[in-house]
């Protein structure tokens, strides 16, 4: 069981406050080994400004695109950050006010305009955001850093240059996509998006972007729309932040966190209105379990999978194991919008302030949800699933329904396992042991988890003083064990002579390898990647 910890100190504002960024990388003092066999990079977005024109940015996801780098060579290791050059950041600096209206923030009308341009600039549909704060990944030779609308950026994962603006509606007919796609080993993404098309034809749309070719040009311009899933309700589709990919199944997971397009796609700026006003909770649906087969695409209308509602950001893993799907998910107990307590001015409250807030939120429980492939004409009231090693059980109804009920992975009052990652390139889509994860306590972060999903067992790192951000794993070469590798996690220490580190943990027992320590403060980050040397 977690032992309870406390922060009377609020150290983790630290976290959540503006940073310059940097010219040169600069050197980090390294205590402890690095495995010789470990060269290559981490890349890691999360917001680096949280005030434009003395005015607080509002939201988690609200600050201006920061991209962070720790290099590792020949046991050395160098640190740099630059802000993504978007249109958002570069016209928030240039014109000292919020120009682009983010997650959480509205834009403010442009003070020096006249009345009727003011007026008129109502009336034009919102700038939709560019801001790439969320995550950062590889498609072909490029990296992108991206955010959950049509707009990526790519950037130079060496210089942590700003390279390109890409609006992906130009490929493909999405508002938007996921900030964590899939990767099939050959290469190919797969992304999910919602698609709030011409007269309303709702849908989420998974799209695929095939591996780059020898002198075939942009991956992107040969993406597709691969498999349509209807939305549960007309003109309020679902919050999507993440989907499952097993070796022939996606699974998407429809959420009663509703996006209401009436609000949505309608005149924002009257109301001052940003993208978190648009969300609304259904209190009936619960939660709806959809499948499409991946290979050829399509979606699976005759399983139809319900259960009780949960807010779902992050999906663990999902596998095929005889003729059931297992879904492993970080879950958030009941309809209540998760980001509703992400606001800064919660986050940076007293620790007492902090933990009263979190009593009120959605509770956070990783759940084994197993979906049943075969259910021809069984007979209802019966539990399908039949895996020896889970408890959840699949039982249809009358009506063509099948109910699940998950089995709970790990659970413990506000205490959150999220951020989740497992060994990808061994495991994605396939049966596996072990997960490892950010710990939230009361929504902050002060752990590193690993959870054998087998055993159901689960230890953690943590460090008086310390906020270590999502463990980025990465495999020891030639490893026959699926935890033989380490664990990189971006860490603060507000207060210490150096503080904020790259910890370096071996994945087997969660104890410290090394630690990469630099004179500088690194605001929070959400998600990244390791891209070898
Ligand atoms: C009404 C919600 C619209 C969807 C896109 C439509 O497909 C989400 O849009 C944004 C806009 C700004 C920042 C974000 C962040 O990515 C959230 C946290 N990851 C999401
Ligand atoms: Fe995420």
Same mark, same amino acid.
């Given at each position: ?348 409250? =007293?620790?007492?302030? @902090? ?6 939120? $959605?509770?956070? +429980?990783?759940?084994?949800?197993? &979906?049943? !492939? ?107 064990? =699926?935890?033989?590798? @380490? ?6 220490? $507000?207060?210490? +002579?150096?503080?904020?580190?790259? &910890?370096? !943990? ?28």
């Amino acid at each position: 069981m977690a032992s309870r910890v406390e922060h009377p100190a609020a150290g983790y504002r630290k976290i959540f406050e503006t940073v310059e960024e940097l010219e040169e990388p600069i050197p980090a003092t390294v205590l402890g080994l690095i495995p010789s066999w470990l060269k290559g990079s981490v890349l890691r977005m999360g917001p680096g400004l949280f005030k434009v024109g003395g005015e607080p940015l509002n939201h988690l996801f609200d600050g201006q695109a920061m991209i962070h780098k720790f290099d590792l060579q020949n046991g050395g290791v160098t640190y740099h950050r630059r802000f993504i050059r978007t249109d958002a950041y570069v016209r928030a600096v240039t014109e000292n006010r919020v120009v682009i209206t983010e997650f959480g923030t509205a834009a403010y009308p442009d003070p020096c305009r006249n009345i009727f341009s003011r007026f008129f600039t109502y009336f034009r549909g919102i700038e939709v955001t560019d801001n790439c704060m969320v995550n950062i990944y590889p498609v072909g030779e490029d990296f992108y850093a991206v955010t959950e609308t049509n707009f990526i950026t790519k950037v130079d994962p060496d210089s942590l240059e700003t390279l390109e603006k890409v609006d992906l509606c130009k490929y493909l007919s999405v508002n938007g996509v996921t900030a964590h796609p899939h990767t099939d080993p050959d290469g190919t993404v797969y992304n999910i998006g919602n698609c709030f098309g011409k007269n309303m034809s709702l849908a989420y749309n998974i799209v695929k972007i095939p591996p780059a070719q020898e002198g075939e040009g942009e991956p992107l311009e040969k993406s597709q729309v691969v498999v349509q899933l209807p939305s549960s309700e007309r003109l309020k589709p679902s919050y999507v932040h993440s989907f499952g990919m097993t070796e022939n199944h996606f699974v998407f997971v429809e959420q009663p966190v509703k996006i209401n397009l009436l609000k949505f796609l309608s005149a924002w700026s009257f109301r001052g209105a940003t993208y978190m006003d648009c969300f609304e909770s259904n209190q009936s649906m619960g939660t709806w379990f959809h499948l499409a087969s991946k290979d050829p695409a399509g979606y699976m209308s005759s399983h139809k999978f319900r259960t009780s509602a949960f807010n779902i950001f992050h999906h663990i893993n999902a596998y095929e194991d005889d003729s059931f799907i297992v879904v492993d998910l970080c879950t958030w107990k009941g309809f209540d919008f998760v980001y509703n307590y992400l606001y800064l001015a919660n986050l940076k409250q =007293e620790w007492e302030e @902090v933990k009263k807030a979190a009593l009120r939120a $959605p509770q956070p +429980e990783v759940r084994r949800y197993v &979906l049943p !492939l075969d259910i021809h004409k069984e007979e209802p009231g019966k539990n399908l699933v039949s895996l020896s090693y889970t408890t959840a059980t699949a039982v249809l109804h009358t009506d063509g329904t099948v109910w699940l009920e998950p089995e709970v992975l790990f659970s413990g009052p506000r205490l959150a396992f999220e951020f989740p990652q497992i060994n990808y390139s061994r495991c994605s889509g396939k049966k596996y042991s072990f997960a490892y994860g950010l710990g939230l306590n009361h929504f902050i972060p002060d752990r590193i988890v690993k959870l054998d999903v087998q055993s159901r067992e689960s230890r953690a790192w943590r460090e008086d003083g310390c906020y270590p951000s999502e463990p980025l794993f990465v495999p020891t070469p030639g490893a026959r064990d =699926e935890d033989d590798g @380490v664990l990189l996690s971006i860490v603060v220490k $507000p207060g210490a +002579e150096r503080p904020a580190f790259l &910890l370096l !943990l071996d994945a087997v027992e969660l104890t410290e390898l090394a630690r990469a320590e630099v004179d500088a403060v690194i605001p929070v980050t959400l998600h990244g990647v390791y891209r070898p040397a």
